[in-house]
C-alpha cells in the first residue's frame, strides 16, 4: 500500500479531483432557496424552479465530460440534441422530486455525519489529514462557498438515506434465489443444422413488375446524398508559431526567469521493512510491532546483505515486500514527512530504523543518490524557443482570428482575398456529403454551415469557424450536386438480387418450418446437424444470439427438443440433447439472493420516483428547454 500510494499518488489526485463534488452540487444550489417564478425557466417542479442558467451550467458540465472522454476531439454541439436535453431534464427534475420528498419527510443528517464525510474526502486531506486550506482551494475551483457546498451536501445525504432504505429494503427468498441461480446458471447441449436461402436462389425468377414495384417502393435505397465540391482555408496558431521567430537574447532571458523549474531536485533511492500498525491500534499493538521491527532492523544491521529477503519474508507492504522492499527513486516531498526526513540524513549503504510513520514502523536502506542540479541552457533551448514562439503566436492570432473572420464573411464571394492576406493555401477538398468528409471539414458545424442554403445556393463563404482549438477555417461550395435517385436500369441487377434474397428467404423459412415440425413429431428429416456443444445463455462465438435466445426459450422437459429460427440468409434449427444444471452452494445461493434484492430494489427506487412525479405538479417550458445559448 505505502508503494501503491507513492508511485500512483498524482494520478489518484486526479481521481479524486474529478469525484469530489457530490451530484447535487451540480444541480445548483439558488434554484432550491428562490421561490419566485422568473420568465424562462425551463421547468417548474411543485415550486422549485430549474433556471435556463443552470440548466445549461450542467449541459455544459456533460459536454465537458464527453469531451474528456473521448479525448477533446468532440464537437460540443454534437451532444446537444433535443433528446439529449429533454434526458438531462427528466435527471434534474428527478432531483427535486426526490429533494421536495426528503424536506417533507423530516428527514435529517447530524452536523456529525456532514463533518466525517467533509474530513474524510481524500481531495481535502493533507498527509491523511483533513485540511481547510485544501478545502477552500477546492471549493473556490468549482465556485461553490462552504456554505452552499454543506447545505448541497447535507441534502444529498438525506436523499441518499432514502434511495438506501428503498432499495436495501428487497430480501427475496432463498428459494427464488436458488430457482434464478439455476436457471442463469443453467447450460444446455446445442447442435445446428440449416435450411440456407441459396438454395432456392436459382428458383427465384422476379417478373418486371415485380421488379418495377420493389424499385418504387424503395427508392430510399437507391439514393446517392447531395455532394459538394469544396476549397477551403485554415488560419492556424501551430502555423503562425512556426513562422515566428525568437532572437537568442529572448532565450535567455526567458530560461534566467525559469531557473527555478529547470532545476532538477535530488532523488534517493531506498528499500524498506514495514511491520504496519493500523489506525487506533491500542499502546499494547503499537508496543508488540515497535518491538518486532527493533528485531528485524538488528538482524539486517548484523547481515544487510539478507536486507531484500527479509524484506520479501516480514515487510507488510504489499507493493514493495515482493521486490526486497525497494521503492525505487524519489525526492523529497513524495513520502510521509518522518520516512523522508530519515533516508534525507542517511548515507548510501546504511541502515536505519525503525522509523516511526503513520503507516507502522520503516527499517530503511539507502540505495543510492541521484544528486540535484540545474539543466543547462543549451538542453532546454529547444523547448524555450518553442514556448516563445507559441507566446508571440498566440497574441498575433487573437488580432488575426477576428480579421479573418471578418473578411471571409465581408468578402463573401471569393477565399483569394484572405489566402492573399495571410499568404494561406487555398486547398480543395474535393467532393464531400453532409455526413463525409476528410479533417478538417469533418467539423459537423462547418459541414452544416457549407451546406446552407446562402452556401449552396449563392456560393459564398463560410462564417469562420473553430475547428480544433487554434485552428479557424472557412470554406466555399464551387459545384453542388443535389440527391437524386439513381434510374431504374442503373440499378436493375441490385434490385433483383434484392427480390432473389427476399424471396429465397421466405422459401428458406418455409421449408425449415415444416421440416422442425416433422422433428417434433419423431420423424426422420434430411438435415445434417454440426457438432454438439454445451453452451450457457451467454451463448458462444459463432452462434446467433437468435438461436441461444430460441434454444434456451424451448421447453427441453422431454429430450431431444428442437427449436427453430428464421435469420436473413437461412432458416436454423437448433437440437437441445442435454441439460446441465449448475452446481450450487450456500455462498453463491446467497450472493445471488443478495444481488437480486439490489436489483429489485433499484426498480422499486425508479417506481417510487415515478410515483412521486405523478403527485406533483411538473410544468415544462419547452421553449427554453430547446433554447441554445447564442
Do not use: C
Not at 498566440?394 to 464571394?413: H, I, L, R
Request: hydrophobic share 40%; net charge neutral.
Amino acid at each position: 500500500m505505502f508503494s501503491l500510494v507513492h508511485k500512483h499518488k498524482r494520478l489518484l489526485q486526479l481521481v479524486l479531483a474529478l469525484i469530489i463534488v457530490p451530484p447535487f452540487a451540480f444541480w445548483g444550489i439558488q434554484s432550491y432557496e428562490r421561490g419566485a417564478t422568473q420568465a424562462g425557466d425551463v421547468a417548474d417542479v411543485g415550486g422549485l424552479k430549474i433556471s435556463q442558467q443552470e440548466f445549461a451550467n450542467q449541459l455544459r458540465v456533460q459536454q465537458d465530460r464527453m469531451r474528456a472522454l473521448l479525448g477533446g476531439r468532440v464537437d460540443p454541439a454534437a451532444f446537444d440534441t433535443p433528446e439529449a436535453r429533454e434526458q438531462m431534464l427528466e435527471g434534474m427534475i428527478a432531483q427535486r422530486l426526490l429533494t421536495r420528498d426528503v424536506v417533507s419527510k423530516h428527514l435529517a443528517t447530524t452536523d456529525e455525519n456532514l463533518r466525517e464525510m467533509i474530513a474524510s474526502t481524500p481531495a481535502f486531506q493533507d498527509n491523511g489529514k483533513f485540511s481547510n486550506e485544501r478545502y477552500q482551494q477546492a471549493l473556490q475551483a468549482e465556485g461553490y462557498t462552504p456554505a452552499q457546498f454543506e447545505a448541497s451536501l447535507r441534502r444529498d445525504l438525506m436523499v441518499q438515506q432514502l434511495s438506501s432504505a428503498l432499495a436495501d429494503s428487497n430480501i427475496l427468498s432463498r428459494a427464488i434465489a436458488k430457482q434464478w441461480a439455476s436457471l442463469a446458471g443453467e447450460q444446455r447441449e446445442l447442435s445446428q443444422a440449416s435450411v440456407p436461402a441459396s438454395s432456392f436462389a436459382s428458383q427465384i425468377k422476379p417478373a418486371p413488375e415485380a421488379i418495377q414495384a420493389f424499385y418504387d417502393a424503395n427508392k430510399k435505397l437507391f439514393e446517392v446524398p447531395e455532394q459538394a465540391h469544396a476549397q477551403y482555408v485554415v488560419l492556424s496558431a501551430d502555423a503562425l508559431a512556426a513562422a515566428e521567430t525568437v532572437s537568442p537574447e529572448e532565450i535567455k532571458a526567458q530560461y534566467e526567469a525559469r531557473r527555478a523549474q529547470y532545476e532538477q531536485k535530488e532523488e534517493r533511492d531506498a528499500s524498506h521493512i514495514l511491520i504496519a500498525v493500523k489506525q487506533g491500534a491500542s499502546e499494547a499493538e503499537k508496543n508488540k510491532a515497535r518491538i518486532k521491527a527493533e528485531e528485524i532492523a538488528a538482524q539486517v544491521k548484523k547481515n544487510p546483505a539478507s536486507f531484500a529477503d527479509v524484506a520479501k519474508k516480514e515487510s507488510q507492504d504489499p507493493g514493495s515486500a515482493p521486490k526486497g522492499g525497494d521503492l525505487g527513486f524519489f525526492s523529497r516531498g513524495m513520502m510521509v514527512a518522518q520516512f523522508e526526513d530519515a533516508v534525507f540524513h542517511m548515507k548510501p549503504g546504511e541502515i536505519s530504523g525503525p522509523v516511526q510513520s503513520d503507516f507502522g514502523f520503516h527499517i530503511i536502506r539507502l540505495n543510492a543518490v541521484k544528486p540535484g542540479k540545474t539543466r543547462a541552457l543549451e538542453e532546454v533551448r529547444g523547448d524555450i524557443e518553442r514556448d516563445i514562439r507559441k507566446q508571440h503566436a498566440a497574441k498575433k492570432f487573437a488580432e488575426a482570428a477576428e480579421t479573418f473572420s471578418n473578411m471571409v464573411y465581408e468578402q463573401p464571394d471569393s477565399l483569394q482575398p484572405v489566402a492573399e492576406k495571410f499568404k494561406l493555401t487555398i486547398q480543395d477538398a474535393g467532393w464531400v456529403t453532409r455526413s463525409q468528409a476528410k479533417e478538417p471539414l469533418n467539423n459537423p458545424k462547418l459541414l452544416s454551415a457549407l451546406f446552407s442554403e446562402d452556401s449552396i445556393k449563392n456560393r459564398r463563404n463560410t462564417e469562420a469557424i473553430e475547428a480544433s482549438p487554434g485552428t479557424l477555417v472557412s470554406a466555399r461550395i464551387t459545384d453542388y450536386k443535389a440527391a437524386a435517385v439513381r434510374p431504374l436500369e442503373e440499378v436493375r441487377n441490385e434490385v433483383v438480387n434484392q427480390l432473389v434474397r427476399k424471396e429465397s428467404a421466405a422459401l428458406a423459412w418455409k421449408e425449415g418450418a415444416a421440416k422442425l415440425a416433422q422433428l417434433k413429431k419423431g420423424e426422420k428429416v434430411d438435415l445434417s446437424f454440426g457438432e454438439a456443444k454445451t453452451i450457457g445463455r451467454e451463448g458462444a462465438k459463432g452462434i446467433p444470439p437468435e438461436e441461444i435466445a430460441a434454444a434456451f426459450r424451448t421447453d427441453a422437459s422431454k429430450l431431444p427438443a428442437y427449436a427453430g429460427v428464421q435469420l436473413p440468409d437461412s432458416y436454423a434449427i437448433v437440437r437441445i440433447s442435454k441439460v446441465v444444471q449448475p452446481a450450487l452452494d450456500e455462498a453463491k445461493e446467497k450472493g445471488v439472493q443478495t444481488e437480486l434484492g439490489r436489483a429489485f430494489g433499484a426498480s422499486q427506487f425508479q417506481a417510487y420516483v415515478a410515483s412521486l412525479r405523478a403527485g406533483t405538479k411538473v410544468e415544462i417550458n419547452q421553449e427554453a428547454l430547446q433554447k441554445k445559448e447564442q
